[in-house]
């Protein structure tokens, strides 16, 4: 049992000092020179059009095929539901 209080008094103060050396320099530290930031030039005129000759996208963005939603629940085809007659027909 006296490993265990060592171990939480001693060792798990490691990160504890750390954290607070961080804290410590980030104070201490003097802020860097500021160097302005490469800012890429606006122009009034507006960006030309798309060339007459490339074609705009049109269509679905997905492939043509049955969806999820199509399938239903269970993932099968279970078709029309039955009407009393046709199921009381198959249980004879």
Do not use: N
Request: aromatic share 6%; hydrophobic share 40%; with cysteine.
């Amino acid at each position: 049992m006296l490993w265990e209080a060592v171990f939480l008094l001693l060792v798990l103060k490691i990160p504890l000092v750390y954290m607070c050396l961080v804290v410590w320099w980030a104070i201490r530290a003097e802020p860097r020179d500021e160097q302005p930031a490469a800012v890429p030039a606006v122009t009034d005129t507006p960006s030309p059009p798309p060339s007459p000759g490339a074609p705009a996208p049109t269509g679905p963005r997905t492939p043509p095929g049955p969806t999820r939603r199509d399938r239903g629940r269970g993932g099968h085809d279970r078709g029309a539901p039955r009407p009393a007659v046709a199921r009381a027909e198959a249980r004879r």
